[in-house]
């Protein structure tokens, strides 16, 4: 057998058929000298230092075998020898290759850096030996890192090349293919529900118009266990206690290009619950207990209503500190009848205290940041309730883009629990452009730019600018949630807001307003604050000659230049369950700014608004919204009519011009009111054709008025719209839609269908 076809293969082989070889050839004698031969790169001074025979040591047999061992183990070589020649210890190697290049051809999917980079956990690194395994797993992992965006088909094909001076270059070759995407996806063995109707229920689906937009057409593993999930809830909340998925079968097409998904299902029988009980140690009395039930005899059986049942009971416990009450409900099966009774069975276990609260994943916000939402504090009894409270807090704080809350037990402890909180940082920054379109000023573009978690420190600052022809604005605001320990927070304004109306659908003047001012706020309850203000502000008006009699009358009589000091207060209340995605709650805002009696004007706006959500189902949420606005002037002065109420257009009555609405002037031009009133109802819910959470579309119906003096003339009287709206959570950020249909339009009203608007995230 050739021996070096031996050592290539089985090098440990090799090496123990050399060594044998060694024993039968080699005689001990004493190292005078020893002299490498064959090395290229590597210094023999290396070999000195693996060699562990040295001169004036005896070589025998032994030595000779752990020699070629460790020179060996280095992985320089492949191939060793050892020869002697008159005491003189020859030791013959054969390098391996460096690698001198590693070039990646036909990627663009990823960056070309970041894949060398993850070469390297692979051990194929440029100046290294080059190992051939290690060249191999670098394949696979790059095959793996394509196959898990769906790219089934990929084909990575290596190349080395030997250059001078024993070094190699390692080229791949990637031929990236297309993304795989789903052909077909059946469901056998349902009877009682239709096909279609079980996988509209699913994430994943067959290519659609707007599939682009997102995923659910790639497979993924992770997708089709969740979409079993939910078939499987679905079933065993509708009666189907022994709802099965017996098998689930996925394929891919030859040319890689489509992927077939089957889910054998067995419905069973429909169950119906028959006799509800309750045993073991509740603590409260049972009748209390008995409320908490949202399961009933003769109900059709859902295992929500169960799980839920046992959520609450427990929780009720955990109010009062049994964090590990453990509710079970045991059933009794009927199968003859197709019935299910169920004995929950209560054990409230040891009350508990809290041990440690920890927090995990905030790289940017600062730990006191979400500290101080916290309801639930170290050393006191767990409450569930404060808990929940306190997750609640940390999401509506709109940093993060998951909030989760973790309550391990401390090993050794019967009575202790700690608090683990990980959050999702997000952006807080926004950058926002808004665009829309009029026959007045065509189209107009506003920007501003807010960070809402200034430098991790749960602070607020923003910036506004306008740049249409019609304004030209620029603001600057600061909040601090918590300038006092207590939650008082304190914020600054500046601005200057330059008005031009000429161009605009409403009556003709010019404005420049430049103002200052600080406020509070104040926490009186869990969910409700009270705020004050006090600003300074001057004002410069100019009137065209197309202004209406009205404005000219108003600067006759109080000048074109006012000094204000405007003192402002108000209240309000969120319940809100989470800023990221409102399924429930509700948020009130009750306003006031009034020019205080110590300089120029005298004039009071009160407002009010208030949203409604309301959860319908997993998919639809619906959002009642509703604002009502007053104003006048006293001490013998009036509301200046810059100040004056407007409606229509983002934000108000969708389908009408931007401020339109309302008492208008001898130009047909709107003018403003000192009442308002506008209502809206929107059901939110996901696109059609796909199932991406970040893609919501709605229907609305919009109302609102502006009313102004009974002696002018307008569009008077509430106007209605109602439309369709997108939004798309973009990789650019928000993208909202809005096309809006006026439903009670006069002749004198003027109408915009579209807006939309494109902000983006840093």
Do not use: C
Not at 81 to 96: M, N, S
Not at 319 to 336: E, H, Q, S
Not at 353 to 376: A, L, P, S
Not at 632 to 649: D, E, H, L, S, V
């Amino acid at each position: 057998m050739n021996f070096k076809m031996i050592a290539g293969v089985f090098p440990s082989l090799s090496l123990l058929l050399f060594s044998l070889n060694s024993y039968a050839s080699i005689t001990p004698f004493v190292v005078t000298d020893i002299r490498v031969e064959g090395i290229q790169r590597t210094e023999a001074g290396t070999v000195f230092s693996y060699l562990p025979v040295k001169v004036g040591d005896t070589l025998d047999e032994r030595q000779a075998t752990n020699s070629i061992r460790a020179l060996f183990a280095t992985g320089f070589f492949k191939d060793v020898r050892l020869l002697a020649d008159q005491g003189v210890l020859i030791v013959k190697v054969e390098e391996r290759p460096s690698i001198a290049s590693i070039e990646i051809k036909g990627v663009r999917d990823f960056s070309k850096d970041q894949l060398k980079d993850n070469m390297k956990y692979a051990g194929l690194v440029e100046a290294r030996i080059f190992d051939r395994s290690a060249m191999e797993k670098a394949a696979q992992d790059l095959k793996r890192q394509y196959v898990a965006r769906g790219k089934y088909s990929v084909k990575v094909d290596t190349q080395v090349t030997e250059l001078e001076r024993n070094r190699v270059a390692i080229v791949f070759t990637v031929v990236e293919g297309y993304v795989s995407k789903i052909k077909q996806i059946n469901i056998i063995g349902n009877h009682d529900y239709k096909e279609q109707d079980l996988l509209d229920m699913m994430k994943l689906s067959t290519p659609g118009w707007f599939s682009w937009l997102g995923s659910s057409d790639q497979y993924s593993k992770q997708k089709l266990s969740a979409d079993m999930e939910t078939l499987r809830s679905f079933y065993l909340d509708s009666g189907y206690l022994e709802f099965a998925i017996e098998s689930t079968q996925v394929s891919i097409s030859p040319d890689k290009k489509d992927i077939y998904i089957t889910l054998n299902i067995k419905e069973g029988a429909k169950y119906t619950v028959g006799k509800i009980g309750i045993s073991g140690n509740t603590l409260i009395p049972k009748a209390d207990v008995e409320k908490l039930i949202d399961i009933k005899a003769g109900d059709v059986f859902s295992r929500k209503a169960l799980t839920d049942t046992s959520k609450k009971i427990g929780e009720r416990l955990g109010v009062d500190g049994y964090a590990f009450a453990n509710v079970n409900a045991v059933p009794d099966i009927n199968k003859t009848s197709h019935t299910v009774s169920f004995n929950f069975v209560v054990d409230p276990g040891s009350r508990v205290y809290i041990r440690h609260m920890d927090i995990e994943g905030n790289t940017k916000t600062r730990d006191e940041v979400i500290r101080r939402e916290f309801r639930q504090v170290e050393g006191s009894w767990f409450d569930i309730e404060k808990i929940k409270k306190s997750k609640q807090r940390v999401d509506r704080l709109n940093f993060f883009s998951e909030v989760n809350i973790e309550t391990p037990a401390v090993q050794g402890t019967s009575d202790q629990m700690d608090v683990k909180m990980s959050v999702k940082e997000k952006s807080t920054g926004t950058f926002s452009i808004g665009m829309g379109y009029n026959s007045g000023e065509g189209i107009v573009f506003n920007g501003g730019i807010t960070q809402a978690n200034l430098f991790g420190s749960g602070n607020n600052l923003s910036t506004t600018m306008n740049t249409s022809k019609v304004n030209r604005n620029v603001s600057i605001s600061y909040t601090n949630p918590y300038w006092t320990d207590d939650g008082v927070s304190r914020g600054f304004d500046i601005y200057n807001r330059n008005t031009n109306a000429s161009n605009l659908a409403v009556s003709q003047y010019t404005s420049s307003t430049q103002g200052g001012g600080v406020r509070f706020g104040v926490p009186i309850g869990e969910d409700e604050n009270v705020s004050y203000g006090l600003s300074v502000e001057r004002s410069k008006i100019g009137l065209t000659a197309f202004s209406p009699p009205r404005y000219l009358t108003y600067v006759n009589q109080f000048g074109s230049r006012n000094t204000t000091v405007m003192g402002t207060a108000g209240w309000g209340r969120d319940t809100r369950d989470s800023a990221i995605y409102t399924t429930s709650g509700t948020v009130q805002h009750l306003y006031l700014e009034a020019a205080l009696p110590v300089l120029d004007m005298r004039y009071a706006k009160l407002n009010y608004d208030q949203q409604n959500y309301f959860k319908i189902n997993e998919d639809w949420v619906l959002m009642s919204n509703g604002q009502a606005g007053v104003g006048g002037g006293y001490a013998g002065k009036q509301m200046p009519f810059f100040k004056n109420f407007y409606a229509g257009g983002p934000g108000s009555v969708r389908g009408y011009d931007p401020n339109s609405l309302g008492p208008r002037d001898a130009s047909n031009l709107s003018i403003g009111g000192t009442k308002r009133v506008v209502g809206s109802l929107e059901m939110f819910g996901p696109f059609p054709g796909s199932k991406e959470k970040s893609m919501r579309l709605s229907g609305f119906i919009d109302g609102g008025a502006v009313y102004g003096p009974t002696d002018i003339q307008g569009s008077m009287g509430m106007r209605y719209s109602a439309g369709l709206a997108f939004t798309w959570l973009s990789p650019m950020g928000p993208l909202k839609f809005s096309y809006g249909l006026a439903l009670n339009k006069q002749p004198i009203d003027k109408i915009q269908k579209l807006q939309f608007t494109l902000g983006s995230m840093f």
